[in-house]
């Protein structure tokens, strides 16, 4: 897998900073950009109307896939069991760790791959970044270069020797996520953050408050409602 830019690059697009900074990136490269979203029952399923604004304000393809029966197998999260509360606190805190949902970026990446294959996309990307490594596995770096490699053995004789699987924040913080983003004009308004999916973000959830610091240390103007606003010490 080399390094250059995709002719045609398939992104899972939650809705969020992440992964809409992503679609945007990859088509101010020149790449023709696909979205897919997935609905997995999240509780923050708000989320996929704002990937639908991303796809029409980057006038590009949009999927959304139901996996709401999938969703319902992943229990023991607070993102996919409503009867767990969604934590308040630091995105880093070790209460974050009831938001993961098993085996989440394998199983999304998964069928990203097999749609791009079948499409003939060059590329499937998606938004990690260092902020997400304490806390989900499958953001992390190792993760990373091991899908890379099941990707190509999965596909052998149906992949392109040179097809791309992209996590351009990979190794960014969030700040350097909104600084980059602000450079290539995302419309941070009709992005999603919050967890707990209410009207307005929250403010308190560990999404919430990274997206808040993120702003604030980038020295970006955040445009975001939240029903708890807070300050961040620098």
Known sequence: MTDRTPQHALVIASGGLDSTAVAYLLAAKGSRVSLLSFDYGQRHRKELEYAARTAHQLDAAHEVVDLTSVGRLLGGSALTDPSITVPDGHY?????????????????????????????????????????????????????????????????????????????????????????????????????????????HCGSCGTCRERQEAFILAGITDPTEYATPYEVTR
């Open 92 to 200: 880093s805190d070790q209460s974050m760790r009831i938001t993961v949902v098993p085996n989440r970026n394998t199983i999304l990446l998964s069928i990203a791959v097999g749609a791009a294959v079948a499409a003939k996309a060059d590329a499937v990307a998606f938004g990690a970044h260092s902020g997400d490594h304490t806390v989900y596995p499958d953001c992390r770096p190792e993760f990373f270069a091991q899908m890379a490699e099941a990707i190509r053995v999965a596909n052998a004789g149906f992949l392109a020797d040179d097809f791309l699987l992209l996590a351009p924040f990979l190794h960014a913080s969030k700040a350097d996520i909104v600084r980059r983003a602000a450079e290539l004009d995302v419309p941070f308004a009709l992005t999603w953050s919050c967890y707990k999916g209410d009207k307005i």
